[in-house]
Structures are given as C-alpha cells and as structure tokens.
C-alpha cells in the first residue's frame, strides 16, 4: 500500500492567516491526489483534486501543488470557517490511502 | 441537492453483526461507484470499501476482507454495508461517499455523508 505522510499533524493559526500544509507519498503517484476539510458531526468536503484543480464551490483561497511524491496544500486568508483537520488521499493505486490528518486550529 | 444518509449505527458487542444502510438522493444513483470510508475514535480516515455502479464489482479493505459485505439497490437508491465478526477495532464513524470521475483518470470522493457511529465493546 502507498503511506501517505502528512505534517505538521496539527497547527495553530489565526484569521487572515496563510498556511501550508504538506503531505508525501511513499512512492510516486504522479499527480493523482486529492484533500479534503473534515469539521466534527458534517459530512467531509473535497476541495482539490488531480493535486491542484479546485473542486467545483470551493473558495478561492485553497490551492494545491505537487507531483510525484511532495505535495501542499496552502489555505490564505484564513476564514473562521477553515478551523477544521484537512486530509491529503491518493488514488494512484488501490487501496486508496489517506494522510493521518493535519488539524487547523 | 446531493444527499447522503446513513443510519443503522449503534452500539454491539464483539463478534457481531450490524447493518449499515446510505441513502442517496439528488444525483443518479445507479450511475455511480459508491464507497465507505470510517474514522475511528483519534484518527484518521479509512477506505473500507467500494462497490460499482451496477454492484458487481467490489473491494474490500484488508482490515475488513471476509468480514464486511458491501451491497447496493438500486431500485431504492441505498447503499449497505454488513459487518459480521465485529471487533473494538471496527469502532468508527462510518460514512459513504460517491465517487466522480474527472478527465477520465481522476477519482474523487466527491460526496460525502454525516456518518453513522459505531461502537463494538463489551
């Protein structure tokens, strides 16, 4: 199975605010990532997917980068509303992997 | 709007069963693969299982093979998903999530449900 590798696993930061999140593969996976938002008791978002094309509704202020095995997801601006754990998934090759979870808060 | 619902969740002992059910509404059901993926208790997610759009294709996490059964109708727009042999290792969340296929190539969890809580102990 592909590892997904994420980090920081959690970081704090404030409204206004441009983080980056980062997320590895163990083995090449070209750019077949996807992430997605996760707030407590809702269902999950997807926000980007084939690494950088932003899914269809979400803000403007979430993009993505990467190919092969490093990839980032960046947030600016950061809306009261992005305090949530954003989590990176690969889809090279089943099974379908996710990172362990990066918490925004 | 898209809408995914699942239920059937609760509380059972180790070594039992349970059913979880997904409805689906506001997309065309019999259209697309569909999948569940759960959270347990502090950590991450966890794909556990697909099926095809037409229910003859299935996959199965390792962690579940043999003892999970994924099914759909879709005549009824639900998705299930049976649990036998319940461990404390199969307390999570579970949710379902439709899967969408960008430029052919590109597969996304594109829908996702609340979820549905499972907690197996004794």
């Known amino acids: 199975d592909i590892q997904m590798t994420q980090s920081p696993s959690s970081l704090s930061a404030s409204v206004g605010d441009t983080i980056t999140i980062t997320c590895r593969a163990s083995q090449n996976i070209r750019s077949y990532l996807n992430w997605y938002q996760l707030k407590p008791g809702t269902a999950p978002k997807v926000l980007i997917f084939a690494a950088s094309t932003l899914h269809s509704g979400g803000p403007s202020r979430f993009s993505g980068t990467g190919s092969g095995t490093d990839f980032t997801l960046t947030i600016t601006d950061l809306q009261p509303d992005d305090f949530a754990t954003y989590y990176c998934q690969q889809r090279y090759s089943d099974p379908r992997t996710f990172g362990q979870g990066t918490r925004v808060e | 709007q898209v809408q995914l619902v699942e239920s059937g969740g609760g509380v059972v002992q180790p070594g039992k069963s349970l059913r979880l059910s997904c409805a689906a509404s506001g997309f065309t059901f019999s259209r697309y693969a569909m999948h569940w993926v759960r959270q347990a208790p502090g950590k991450g997610l966890e794909w556990v299982a697909s099926i095809s759009y037409a229910g003859r294709d299935k996959d199965y996490a390792e962690s579940v093979k043999g003892r999970f059964t994924i099914s759909r109708d879709n005549s009824k727009n639900i998705l299930y998903l049976q649990m036998d042999s319940l461990t404390v290792e199969d307390t999570a969340v579970y949710h379902c999530?439709?899967?969408?296929?960008?430029?052919?190539?590109?597969?996304?969890?594109?829908?996702w449900g609340r979820g549905t809580l499972v907690t197996v102990s004794s």
């Open positions: 999530a439709n899967e969408e296929i960008y430029s052919s190539y590109y597969y996304v969890f594109d829908n």
